[in-house]
C-alpha cells in the first residue's frame, strides 16, 4: 500500500479510489509467487514483512516456511499452519522444518546470521523489502549467502518512476532532475519514511554484485491503474481475466538472461511503480527444479488457482 496520507504518487491518475487496483494487484502477487516457487517439500525464507500475505500462501501449498518478522503480532491470524509464539532466531536451528509448516522468527531481515550458508532453497523478498533497507547491498549479500547453489529469489522494490511520483507531488524539482545520474536514489515519503528506489539496470547490479544470476525483471503490473479500475467498476467478476492477462504480458516481457545482454525487455522494465525480480544462485539445481520465470504455462496455472483478495 501507498503511504497513509492524503495524498499518494498515485494521484496523478486522477480523482477516485484505486480500491479495486489494489484488489487486482492482491491477486497478480499471489499468481506470481504461485507461478515462481519451486519444486515442494523445499524450505523457503520470507523476508517481506508482516504486511504481506505470501508466507502464508507459501505455506498452504506445501512449503516450510521461514517468515522473519521484526516483532511478534499483537493477534496472529488462525490460519491452521502452526505458528510458534516462543521461537526466536537463536532457536530456530532446534525446529525440524517440514512441508506445510509457517514458522515466524523474530530477527532482523538484513541479518540472517541464524541461518547456515546454503541452507535454503528460496527467498522471498515482496512488497518492497529491499526498498525498506538503505542499505540493500548487505541485504541481497546475506540473500546469496543462504540460498543453496541453483536456490531461487523472488523480490520486488519500488521503482524510479514512484520515487519521482513522490518528488514531483512535493514539488522537489531538483532533487527530481538530479535523480537520472544518481546512483542510490533515496526518496522520502510524506510520512517521514524513506524508501530506496531502482531502475532496473540499478537492480541488476544490486543482484549481480551480491553473486546472483537475474533471470528476469518486469513492472510487478503492465496493466494501469487507470484501465483495471475502469474494467472492475465496470464488472468485478472480470478480475480473474485480468489477472490471466497480466501473467500472459510478463511472460512475453521476462525474456532469460543472455551472455553479455541485461535480462528482460528493457523496453517494458522502465515503467510501473514496482519492479519483480527473479533470480538464482549459481550452481547446480536439484534434479525437476525449475527455473524462476513465469512462463507461459506458468502463467495459467498460476491464474487459474484460487487468489486472495480476489
Known amino acids: 500500500m501507498v503511504a497513509a496520507s492524503a495524498t499518494s504518487p498515485l494521484t496523478v491518475l486522477g480523482?477516485?479510489?484505486?480500491?479495486?487496483?489494489?484488489?487486482?494487484?492482491?491477486?497478480v502477487v499471489a499468481a506470481q509467487l504461485q507461478a515462481w516457487l519451486p519444486p515442494r517439500g523445499r524450505i523457503l525464507v520470507d523476508i517481506s514483512g508482516p504486511q504481506s500475505s505470501v508466507a502464508s500462501q507459501a505455506a498452504a501449498a506445501g512449503y516450510a516456511v521461514l517468515q522473519v518478522m521484526p516483532r511478534w503480532p499483537a493477534a496472529p491470524e488462525r490460519s491452521g499452519l502452526?505458528?510458534?509464539?516462543?521461537?526466536t532466531a537463536r532457536g530456530v536451528h532446534?525446529?525440524?522444518?517440514?512441508?506445510g509448516r509457517l514458522i515466524r522468527v523474530?530477527?532482523?531481515?538484513?541479518?540472517?546470521?541464524f541461518l547456515a550458508d546454503g541452507s535454503v532453497d528460496g527467498v522471498i523478498a515482496d512488497d518492497g523489502a529491499l526498498s525498506r533497507h538503505l542499505m540493500a547491498e548487505d541485504v541481497a549479500a546475506e540473500i546469496a549467502r543462504v540460498l543453496r547453489p541453483g536456490g531461487q529469489l523472488l523480490a520486488s522494490v519500488d521503482s524510479l518512476v514512484l520515487g519521482m511520483s513522490i518528488l514531483a507531488e512535493q514539488h522537489q524539482w531538483a532533487q527530481l532532475t538530479d535523480l537520472p545520474q544518481a546512483e542510490v536514489v533515496l526518496v522520502p515519503w510524506p510520512d517521514g519514511r524513506?524508501?530506496?528506489?531502482?531502475?532496473?539496470?540499478?537492480?541488476?547490479?544490486l543482484l549481480t554484485e551480491a553473486g546472483l544470476e537475474v533471470s528476469w525483471i518486469r513492472p510487478r503490473t503492465v496493466l494501469s491503474p487507470?484501465?483495471?479500475d475502469h474494467v472492475l467498476r465496470k464488472d468485478p467478476s472480470a478480475i480473474m481475466r485480468l489477472v490471466r492477462a497480466e501473467l500472459a504480458a510478463?511472460?512475453?516481457?521476462?525474456?532469460?538472461?543472455?551472455?553479455?545482454n541485461r535480462p528482460g525487455n528493457a523496453g517494458n522494465e522502465s515503467f510501473g511503480i514496482y519492479l519483480l525480480a527473479a533470480a538464482r544462485k549459481p550452481g547446480v539445481s536439484?534434479?525437476?527444479?525449475?527455473?524462476p520465470g513465469i512462463g507461459a504455462a506458468g502463467a495459467r496455472r498460476a491464474a487459474t488457482a484460487p487468489q486472495p483478495g480476489g
Do not use: H, K
Request: hydrophobic share 40%; net charge positive; with cysteine.
Open 250 to 260: 510478463g511472460a512475453e516481457d521476462s525474456g532469460p538472461a543472455r551472455a553479455g
Open 106 to 113: 523474530v530477527a532482523d531481515s538484513a541479518n540472517l546470521a
Open 15 to 27: 480523482s477516485g479510489s484505486l480500491t479495486a487496483y489494489w484488489r487486482f494487484q492482491r491477486a
Open 226 to 228: 487507470s484501465m483495471v
Open 286 to 291: 536439484a534434479p525437476g527444479a525449475r527455473a
Open 194 to 205: 524513506i524508501t530506496r528506489c531502482f531502475g532496473p539496470e540499478q537492480l541488476v547490479d
Open 82 to 87: 502452526e505458528v510458534p509464539r516462543t521461537l
Open 94 to 99: 532446534r525446529r525440524r522444518a517440514s512441508a
